[in-house]
């Protein structure tokens, strides 16, 4: 949902989100976007992508992980999150950098999406300068902070639900008021 728009009722992939992101999270940071720099390996709904699509998502972060950025940030819909995180967190698990999945639960044209918030979190998880792993940066509906999960470690949501929980409640780490 984070790369996708709504029109006429149905969510598609849409080009355009990924600038709505840039642009919401400097509306809120004031942060100079100079330091992002974006790569689109694949733009499709994640409900359809296929063990191809992660691999794929797997050689573009092993190619990228060496060009000198501090972390990777990759944008991911909230469908297949739980079981993507867990398999890049086996497949990378000697990566040289952290890679943070970020998600939301609405498209970001929606006042309660969670998508910047998620990426704020994933931000400022890299600017900590966390360990190289695979994270998961995501803030429930409701919530006043944002979870830092462990890709390998991450649960699958509940039935109809667009809230992520670790296992007996073991986040990594937790954001909130920017610390």
């Given amino acids: 949902t ?6 006429d009722g149905n969510i598609s992939p849409d080009r355009n989100a990924k600038y709505v992101l840039l642009q919401k999270y400097k509306q809120i940071t004031g942060e100079d976007l100079s330091r992002f720099e ?12 296929v063990l191809d699509d992660v691999q794929q998502m797997v050689k573009v972060i092993k190619e990228r992980q060496n060009d000198g950025f501090k972390g990777i940030i990759l944008t ?10 867990a398999y890049l967190g086996l497949l990378l698990s000697d990566v040289k950098v952290p890679v943070v999945m970020v998600s939301s639960n ?3 044209s929606e006042p309660k999406a969670n998508g910047v918030a998620n990426f704020i979190g994933a ?5 900590a300068n966390v360990r190289p792993n695979v994270y998961v940066s995501y803030r429930n509906p409701g919530d006043n902070f944002t979870s830092i ?3 390998t470690r991450m649960g699958i949501p ?8 670790s296992p007996e409640g073991k986040r990594f780490a937790v954001i909130k008021n920017g610390v």
């Avoid at 974006?38 to 992508?49: D, G, H, K, R």
């Avoid at 991911?76 to 995180?85: E, R, V």
């Avoid at 931000?123 to 600017?127: A, E, P, Q, S, Y």
């Fill in 149 to 151: 999960h462990l890709g």
């Fill in 123 to 127: 931000v400022k998880l890299i600017d």
């Fill in 76 to 85: 991911h819909g909230t469908d297949t999150l739980a079981y993507s995180c």
């Fill in 106 to 108: 609405l498209t970001l």
């Fill in 38 to 49: 974006t790569c689109e390996p694949m733009y499709i709904l994640s409900e359809n992508a």
């Fill in 158 to 165: 509940p039935h109809y639900s667009d809230s992520f929980y």
């Fill in 2 to 7: 984070i790369g996708s728009g709504a029109t």
